[in-house]
């Protein structure tokens, strides 16, 4: 039986024969001369200018120059197989250099560079393996190979951070900024043991930012993935700095280290508990203050025994987290809708909210983004639950101390609050924010379980106005059009008191004018809005059925109830009646069910050829003309109808223009026009979110306006109002509920049977005009308008 001999292998730290050094110098002049001759391919085919020539020549020279000084001076003063596969890197890396020095001054070709490092990165597969296949593998050897790794991912990472920014830099100096600790901190600059997660993650980070110079993916993936690449060397480092604290930090460095973790603790759990549930609130004002619950948490740590003060620890994390979404969840509905979040109504919320990111930045971001979120709130629950696990601990070992810092604390916040102290108003020293927030939101919980008895009670009241009989009912207003228009975000924000709002009320005094010398009349006022900064169908329901719909809860038990709507007023009293929304790609099934119209359009059958606007699925010009072409033919049964402009839905942009009324067509003549505008992102980044609002606003009024005279029926009536503000970013901070409303008419006789409501004469409502809840508007109209005879 015969067995097989492994072969003989030659151990790099036992060279045989004499050392040659003029071989290791032979490699420096190689070294340089290659670099010399690549430049001058690379010149000769892709272009290199003076300055990537000396970069390039100093790159190359320089890494030869230390390979063969790091050879000499090892143990093993030879040039090895695998040192010619790094120098040949080396050289190619150079080549790298050279043209990412001249892409500042000049256009350079993407070709070569992503060709160079591309084989710079296939051969670092390669010296490995000739390494150990010749038995001449050494840790000075594997100190060069990883740190051409790291000089090939610095280059690459400025030639991307010129594209994605100067974060990408972070990814390049990483491993320069961990040399500087290492001389620093003298524990971080000891040997690392080898570690192939280490190299695989150079090596993804390499390929990552090859990819992302030669431009062949979207510049959203590119940065994606950049990201990606970026946390995975993070955690690669970390993970070594851990390894090296571990087995080498002096007792004086841990004692620090243990001091620094606590202190990280307290102010992880001070943030969380003192954090406002409001972005504006924010300031150093709101953090100096003594929250009652971290006092109360330690007392608790200090005296129970291990186990259960552990447990305790671990509930108390697990709330303070709770907590902490919940101000997220706060934050996020008071810079949008400007109130706080329900936590048994405002869920159905999110998936709108989800549909309205969506179109502003795409699926595949969207999906990162939620992402991103899930991984937020592991690390968030993580960080608090370890917090409060460690600070009772440490509370714990170190007794007398932790009794005596508690002692006066106690006693500061006791003082503070019996002298009601402040830093600055609504900000007391003695907190128990958190605690007033759970019984805040406890009490929210227990009034939105009460409130469907409630609003049950309201929709089920007797409604006389359902009881006039049709022959008596709007007969003020029989043979005319009457047209109610949503115009989205149009909120008293737009008219006045903003930036952007003297932009808008000129748009409005001009399209009045225009109307004017048409013949139309034109009265304003102000009504509150159930809703702020989105949710529009609570404006919608609220207007039509004289009920005050604040909440997704109270929507869905109107439409499971019979209350008599504006629709089914002019249904009963012979108008057509239709309703026009272009954002619904689905049958709206509560049109037909509970509102009862004849005619529902949405963006799937009003014939729409064009491109999209982000959210808005089509320009209100389009909306407009459409329905012109579907219901407002000549010879057309009287028609009421509700119609919802999109246009000025968040995020504002892309922004539609205007085009003449006659080359409308099919919205294909809006093909060219979002690539002209701006991008939600684009937007957002140069902070000109209001500027695009009020463009929006200017866009859809100006539209709308025009297709009166454009439509020119002497029977239209048009009811033209704002579902509500725009989100808190726009607004600002305590903004009112108010969005303005007007009725454009050639009848006199309409506008003196409302002359009782005394509107202002105009589009633009002065401050001092009057001002109605929402749901006064139906009863307001019916009551009107309801008699026996016409008065035309």
Partial sequence: MSTIQPPKVRHADKPAGKVRLPRIWLAALLGMLATAALLGVVSATAGLGAVGWITGLVTGSAAAALLVTARRRSDQPAIFPADWVTLTRMVLIAGVTGLVADSFSRPVSITALVTLSAVALALDAVDGQVARRTGTATPVGARIDGETDAFLILVLSIVVSQDYGGWVLVIGAARYAFLLAGWLIPWLAAPLPPRYWRKVVAAIAGIVLTVAASGETSR?????AVAVALLLLAESFGRDVIWLYRTGASPRTRKAVRIAVTGVAVVVLWFDLLAPDRTWQFSLAAFVRIPVELLVLVAVALVLPPWPRRIVATIAGILFSLLTFDKILNMAMWDTVDRS?????????????????????GSALTNVVFVVIWISVVVIVGALIAATIHVTAVAARHRRGAVRALAALTAIWGLSAGLALQVTPGFPVASASAT????????AYQAALADPRVFEGETRAPDAESTVP?????TGLRGKDVIIVFVESYGQVAVQGSSFSPAIDSVLHRQNAMLTSAGWSTQSAWLTSPTFGGISWLAHSTLESGLWVDSNQRYNELLDSQRFTLSDAFRKAGWHTAADDPSDNVTWTPGFT???????????????????????TMPDQYTLAEFQRNELTPGHKPVMAEIDLTSSHIPWAPLPAMVPWNQVGNGSIFDSQPAKSETPAQVVAANQTKQFYGQSIQYSMTALTSWVTELNDPNLVLILLGDHQPHTSVSGPGATHDVPISIVTRSSSVLKQMSSWHWQNGLLPAPSAPLEPMDAFRNQLLTTFNSKTSGR
């Fill in 220 to 224: 959203r993936v590119g940065m994606i």
């Fill in 470 to 474: 049709a022959s008596n009912l709007l």
């Fill in 341 to 361: 979040f329900n936590p048994l109504n405002d869920w159905s919320n999110i998936l709108p909210a989800v549909a309205v990111v969506r179109d502003a930045i």
């Fill in 436 to 443: 007033g927030l759970a019984v805040q939101q406890v009490q």
């Fill in 594 to 616: 509970f509102y009862h119209y004849e005619q529902l359009f949405d963006k799937l059958d009003v014939g729409y050829k064009g491109p999209t606007f982000s959210y808005s």
